[in-house]
């Protein structure tokens, strides 16, 4: 959750700075852009194929297994948090709802 977090927050702060390299109006088209990208994969990508029955157990819970979680999202949210803060979104709020939804 931290992790998402800081990759949400850093990447939207990131943004916005990319939003005031440019120039107006064009950021936001950019960002568009992205979330349609990211909106397009998310729909075209299968899921994946379940190896077996699903056991739970603490080994489920380990550092390694949190952190296979945790890189992915925190990657994901790179591209949308530059995308955001390129749009406007504020790097508290998105690092802050980030952390709720994860």
């Given at each position: 959750s931290i992790a998402?977090?800081?990759g949400a927050f850093i990447s939207c702060?990131?943004?916005q700075i990319l939003e005031q390299a440019l120039f107006q109006g064009i950021a936001p088209i950019l960002a568009g852009l992205a979330f349609l990208y990211l909106a397009y994969d998310e729909f075209t990508t299968p899921p994946p194929k379940?190896?077996?029955p699903e056991v739970n157990t603490l080994d489920?819970?380990?550092c390694v297994n949190i952190m296979k979680l945790a890189i992915p999202m925190t990657l994901n949210n790179l591209a949308g948090g530059v995308a955001g803060g390129a749009?406007?979104?504020k790097p508290i709020?998105?690092?802050v709802m980030a952390f709720i939804a994860s």
């Open positions: 998402n977090a800081a702060a990131g943004g379940k190896q077996g489920n819970t380990s749009a406007g979104v709020l998105s690092g």
